[in-house]
């Protein structure tokens, strides 16, 4: 006898496409949104004359971490924009910072509920993992009915991606403040907000950035895959010099992209350390 | 002590039991079985049993027992930070195992104050804002808050260093920081699990001596949680003694040592030392009177004579000792016309530590009668023994 073939793969489908004909109108909605915020935050930072945004990321690395980050960027832009990279450099910023802002904001209401309930973290725990280890290529697939080729499907994509390590951070930031604190805070008459806002959120704090940091690792990965379903920036670039096989373009395009993670990188952990812990 | 005092909180028939099927483990235990043997039947651990005991209004009660004996639970149970499950808690009328989430946060707020044995200072606040961290929690306006965490730190010594984090101090100031934000709290009730018991043994008489002081000033109702029989016997007005979650004897220091309930407080007490218990700080009597080392001459015979002595301690600002001044020197430097005394006095005096024992005091008053000044590391002046009171130390220590 033989067993039938779960049709796992048309039921998914079948259950996309009902979310995509059943959804249209907040799909569009979404989409518009999210092309707006785009285009308004690439306009402003392509609007900037390339100085005289390298002096601003210059003195930001200057304040916020050292003398050396801030020389050291200037050197990597510099090369990037003598490479004739700025502008994909400036739309793959664009998708890595919006990216980054719609996961964190998911991410953290999310975690906290997650540290809190245990049956809430049973439930997202699987799930995360889930989003983790899927090959993030899959991802693209359903973005392109849902939202169209480009940058929108790119963002929908890399949100959920880069998503997972901020929740995951935030709801092991919450549980790692020691029992003795909660007990105090508990103690004194807490409510359950104040514990939250007074104890366990500043406690968890340096966790909780080095989640985001994570996360914007993984976007900046993502955006680049992105590409194959029609997300400008650096990641094009490199697409483009695979179609045409030319090693040296895509290089160049790789360096970009490795500079800009690097940048990213340490300005974010300096931001976790200049905190107190 | 006094069975009339008014109670603070009465403690009836409290029981608690470890587990999910906690009405097993008492029945059981109404049957006559003990901790071990109903938690290999049931599974269950029966972490207290039974305890009755009252806290008096303004006493010092100490709660001691071994680990394991439920002392830490009990504390909990007191401000309802475990669950009881049966008996009752009643302070002020309301029995707080009863209590509704509300009322439960306003009963801590208003009842309790806790200090911990391992300070639980919150990190990321510095000093003054940890004080203040119970009244932020009831809403006390912002000024308001600031003066009285500021009167709380500067009552535990710790005026200056407001602005600092937990991290930058020792042990022993981290403690005052949650002394104070208890202090500040100003709970009706004052709850200290085994607050002293993480820090170093000198540290620790301080404190004790502190605690003391303090509670002989406020008269506040405090529990205290701890494993050692010194400590207990030092600072309790009564002592419950806990053992495998069951109350083996309530009484006085006095009572637990001279009158032990049973083979096991007796085998407890074997371990105090009584001699040295019989040390220069048993002995040593407030100084009555003291000068300062920017007083002129005329103002410390004055004080002499005031208290009918002919010499008198002399410290500096922070009540370091630096010499000792006679009266027939005072008299001299008057004739000198000095403006201070600094220059007079003379250091022919002994001091010991508050340790020291009272058999080595003994042999130093040989020659000259000044009482023996007793300074601390800092070479504060704590006290000063008398002859007299060594004699009538050793003598009583005769006697049992």
């Keep these: 006898m033989e067993i039938p073939r779960i049709p796992l793969g048309s039921w998914i489908e079948g259950g996309l496409t009902w979310l995509t004909s059943e959804y249209s109108v907040v799909t569009r909605g979404i989409s518009r949104i999210t092309q707006t915020g785009i285009n308004s ?3 402003g930072l392509m609007w900037l004359p390339e100085w005289a945004l390298l002096a601003i990321i210059a003195l930001l690395c200057w304040k916020l971490a050292s003398t050396r980050l801030a020389i050291g960027a200037v050197a990597g832009l510099a090369l990037i924009w003598n490479l004739g990279l700025w502008n994909p450099m400036i739309e ?51 973005a392109i009915p849902f939202f169209g080729i480009g940058s929108v499907s790119a963002i929908f994509a890399t949100v959920i991606f880069s998503m997972p390590p901020a929740i995951r951070f935030t709801t092991l930031g919450i ?37 985001i940091n994570q996360t914007i690792m993984l976007a900046l990965s993502m955006v680049v895959i992105a590409a194959m379903i029609g997300a400008d920036g650096l990641g094009s670039e490199v697409w483009r010099a695979i179609q045409r096989l030319r090693p040296g373009d895509g290089f160049e395009a790789g360096i970009a992209v490795v500079i800009l993670a690097m940048l990213l990188d340490r300005l974010t952990q300096s931001l976790r350390k200049s905190r107190r812990s | 002590m006094d069975e009339t005092r008014p109670v603070k909180i009465q403690v009836r028939g409290l029981s608690k039991v470890f587990g999910k099927q906690p009405k097993k483990a008492l029945e059981l235990r109404d049957q006559g079985l003990k901790r071990p043997e109903i938690l290999e039947k049931t599974g269950q651990t029966l972490g207290l049993s039974n305890i009755s005991f009252d806290v008096y209004e303004g006493e010092l009660l100490v709660i001691m027992g071994l680990s394991g004996s439920g002392k830490s639970t009990l504390i909990r149970c007191l401000n309802r930070l475990i669950d009881t499950t049966e008996g009752e808690i009643i302070i002020d009328g309301e029995n707080i195992p009863t209590l509704g989430e509300k009322a439960l946060l306003e009963c801590r ?17 510095t000093v003054q804002q940890n004080a203040e961290f119970g009244l932020e929690i009831r809403g006390v306006e912002k000024s308001e808050r600031h003066t009285i965490a500021h009167n709380a730190l500067k009552q535990v010594g710790l005026e200056g260093w407001e602005d600092a ?19 500040a709290n100003d709970a009706s009730v004052l709850l200290m699990d085994e607050a002293f018991s993480a820090l170093d043994p000198l540290i620790r008489k301080d404190m004790q001596q502190e605690l003391l002081q303090l509670q002989n000033k406020m008269q506040k109702t405090t529990v205290f949680i701890t494993h050692d029989l010194d400590e207990a016997l030092n600072i309790g007005d009564r002592i419950v003694l806990l053992k495998d979650g069951e109350v083996v004897q309530i009484g006085t220091p006095e009572e637990i040592l001279t009158k032990p309930a049973d083979e096991y407080v007796r085998r407890f007490i074997e371990g105090v030392d009584r001699s040295r218990i019989l040390t220069a700080e048993s002995a040593m009597r407030p100084v009555r009177t003291t000068a300062r080392d920017s007083d002129g001459p005329r103002t410390a015979l004055h004080r002499m004579r005031d208290h009918s002595i002919d010499s008198i301690y002399v410290t500096d600002r922070d009540r370091q000792l630096i010499g000792l001044l006679e009266a027939d020197a005072a008299s001299r430097a008057i004739e000198a016309k000095a403006e201070t005394i600094t220059d007079h006095l003379t250091q022919d005096f002994r001091k010991v530590p508050p340790e020291e024992p009272l058999q080595n005091l003994f042999a130093m008053f040989s020659e000259k009668s000044y009482p023996i000044a007793v300074v601390d590391e800092q070479q504060r002046l704590l006290g000063v023994v008398v002859k007299g009171a060594v004699l009538d130390e050793l003598a009583r220590a005769g006697e049992q």
């Design chain 2, 165 to 183: 984090y937990p991290n930058q101090l020792s042990g022993g100031m981290q403690q005052r920081v949650g002394l104070a934000r208890a202090l």
């Design chain 2, 109 to 125: 707020r208003r009842h309790f104050s806790m200090v911990f044995q391992n300070f639980a200072l919150f990190p990321h606040r």
């Design chain 1, 175 to 211: 549980r790692q403040v020691p029992v003795e604190l909660i007990e105090a805070a508990d103690a004194y008459g807490a409510t359950r907000g104040q514990k939250l806002f007074k104890v366990q959120l500043p406690l968890s704090l340096p966790t909780v950035m080095a989640g």
């Design chain 1, 92 to 142: 793959t910023l664009t998708l890595v910072v919006i990216a980054t802002l719609v996961a964190v904001v998911i991410a953290l209401p999310v975690g906290i509920a997650a540290a809190l309930s245990e049956r809430l973290y049973r439930l997202i725990m699987p799930m995360l993992d889930f989003m983790q280890t899927m090959p993030a290529f899959v991802y693209l697939i359903p």
């Design chain 1, 41 to 43: 935050l690439n306009d």
